[in-house]
């Protein structure tokens, strides 16, 4: 006789999104966790429910996927050059007997831009990653440490909604939109380190909306 062994398991799994193409992982992109539950006992199981969600029932070696959780990374992710899962609860009974389990809390390592060095050279085009904050090389550098609003480097930001963030250091252009303390812009020509006012005139923004 087989002994009758409930059990159940949780997995989750993270997928990166480039949102904006650049290639490396920024503010905005988004993270999507993929959650599964699984019958990993020998005997059916009633009554799952994981995360809160009622699955029902699940055959021997029988995995079901859960809605997914789709997360924004944050400067903060970044500069720690991995996110971690939420972990979740799963439980079901056999019978009278009841099991439960708490999923393994993922990390998923993103593919950050790498570390500005001093010591490197930089060519136009080129990303680095500084505090957790993304950076662009105008023009060939080194030994120049980002933030300078007037130097090579383009600090490159976006909000939770995908817009173009306003920073000191970045080129703007004729037409680009822009998004400065909540209120949107346009560049009506080349522009630098000439922050975006609501009630400026004869500057290089206009309020748009």
């Known amino acids: 006789?087989?002994?009758?062994?409930?059990?159940?398991?949780?997995?989750?799994?993270?997928?990166?999104?480039?949102?904006?193409?650049?290639?490396?992982?920024?503010?905005?992109?988004?993270?999507?966790?993929?959650?599964?539950?699984?019958?990993t006992g020998n005997v059916a199981l009633e009554a799952v429910t994981a995360a809160g969600a009622d699955v029902g029932a699940l055959a021997p070696g029988e995995a079901v996927t859960l809605d997914p959780v789709v997360v924004r990374l944050t400067t903060d992710d970044v500069a720690q050059g991995s996110l971690a899962a939420e972990p979740f609860e799963a439980t079901a009974a056999n019978g009278a007997?009841?099991?439960?389990?708490?999923?393994?809390?993922?990390?998923?390592?993103?593919?950050?831009?790498?570390?500005?060095?001093?010591?490197?050279?930089?060519?136009?085009?080129?990303?680095?990653?500084?505090?957790?904050?993304?950076?662009?090389?105008?023009?060939?550098t080194r030994d120049q440490r980002p933030g300078d609003p007037v130097g090579p480097w383009q600090e490159l930001a976006s909000d939770e909604e995908g817009a173009t963030v306003w920073t000191p250091s970045r080129v703007f252009t004729a037409g680009d939109d822009v998004v400065h303390d909540g209120t949107r812009f346009e560049a009506k020509w080349w522009t630098r380190n000439q922050q975006p006012h609501a009630a400026a005139t004869g500057g290089p923004w206009q309020k748009v909306g």
């Open 97 to 140: 007997r009841t099991v439960s389990t708490s999923s393994d809390a993922g990390t998923l390592t993103l593919p950050t831009a790498a570390a500005w060095s001093a010591k490197s050279v930089y060519t136009e085009g080129e990303l680095v990653s500084l505090d957790g904050r993304l950076w662009q090389a105008s023009w060939w």
């Open 1 to 39: 006789m087989i002994a009758r062994t409930p059990a159940v398991s949780g997995q989750t799994a993270g997928e990166w999104a480039d949102e904006n193409g650049n290639g490396v992982a920024d503010a905005f992109d988004t993270v999507t966790w993929t959650r599964t539950v699984e019958n």
